[in-house]
C-alpha cells in the first residue's frame, strides 16, 4: 500500500529527555572498536577541550532511532515493517553529544517517495538539549520493499 | 597517530586504507550498545527467511567504522561535522572466526568554501561496494 504524500510535514511531539551517561556513550565506543581517550577518560576529554568524554559521531542512532519510533506507532503510516530495510542515514552535528547532555528529540515526516514499487520514508529528527541548544540533526531513509 | 593539517591536503588526498574485521561476536555487542535488536543481525533462521543469503552486519554498524577512518585520519572524533551514507548491499558475516572484512578508502573530494572538507569515502566487503554513496563533512584544525 503506498504511503500517503499528506505525511510530509507531519511532526510529532518532542520525546521524554534522554539522559547521556559515560558508561552508555564508552560502550557504544567498545562496540565500534573506537578507542580514542575522548570517549572513555574524562580527563582526556577535557585535555581536548570538551566538558566531558564525547560520543562517537554514529550514537546520535541511539536516540533518534528510539525517538522516531514514534513514526512505527502512528495508524497513519501504513508501512510494513516487516519488509523495510534502512536506505540511507544522515547525520549534521551541530557539536559532539557528550556525557550529561539531556536530549530532547523531535521527529519530522521530510518525505515519502515511492521508486520502483518501493516505499521510501524520509524521517528527521532533530536532538537538542532540554534549554534548547541545537546538537544534531539525524535523517533517515527507510525502504518498504515491493509495497507500493 | 599525527593530525594531517589543512595545508597539507588538498583535493585528491588519500586516506590510509583501513582493513576491518566483523564476526557474528561484534554484532551481538553492537546489537546490545546500540539496542538494535533485530534477528537478522544475529539469527540465520530470520536472515535466510526474509530472504538474506545469511546473518548481516547492522548497516549503522559498517556506517560506524567507515566513520572510525575518517576520524582515525583526522586525530579528532569532534571533527566530522556531517556525514551521509546510503546503504547499497549487506555485509554478510559468516557464524565462523573469520567473520568478514570491511575495507574502507577513502579521498578527500572537495575543500568547501568555509574550508572544510569533503571526504569521498569506498566501503567494500568481499570486492563488492557496501555503500553505494559515503561522505564526510570534516573540519581540519
Known sequence: MALDRELVGRSY???????VGRAKIAEFATAIGAHDP??????????????DVIAPPTFAIVV????????????????DYSRVVHGE???????????????????????V???????????????????????????????????? | MSRPALAEVAV?????????????ADLVRYAGASGDFNPIHWNDRTATAVGLPGVIAHGMFTMALAGRAVTGW??????????HVRFGRPVVVPDDDEGAEVTVRGKVGAVLE?????VDLTVTSDGEKVLSLARAIVRLA
Request: hydrophobic share 40%; aromatic share 4%; glycine share 8%.
Open chain 1, 13 to 19: 511531539p518532542p520525546s521524554a529527555v534522554y539522559e
Open chain 1, 38 to 51: 575522548v570517549h572513555h577518560d574524562v580527563e582526556a576529554a577535557r585535555a581536548a577541550g570538551h566538558p
Open chain 1, 64 to 79: 533518534s532511532l528510539g525517538a522516531a519510533n514514534v513514526v512505527l506507532g502512528d495508524p497513519g503510516v501504513s508501512l
Open chain 1, 89 to 111: 542515514q544522515r547525520f549534521a552535528h551541530h557539536r559532539p553529544i557528550r556525557a550529561g547532555d539531556r536530549l530532547v528529540a523531535t521527529t519530522t515526516i521530510d518525505a
Open chain 1, 113 to 148: 517517495r515511492t521508486v520502483a514499487g518501493n516505499d521510501m520514508l524520509t524521517t528527521r529528527v532533530d536532538l537538542t538539549t532540554e534549554d534548547g541548544e541545537a546538537v544534531c540533526t539525524a535523517t533517515s531513509m527507510l525502504v518498504a520493499r515491493g509495497t507500493a
Open chain 2, 12 to 24: 585528491g588526498t588519500e586516506l590510509p586504507e583501513q582493513v576491518f574485521r566483523v564476526t557474528r
Open chain 2, 74 to 83: 583526522t586525530g579528532d572524533p569532534a571533527a566530522l561535522a556531517e556525514y
Open chain 2, 114 to 118: 568555509d574550508g572544510r572538507l569533503r
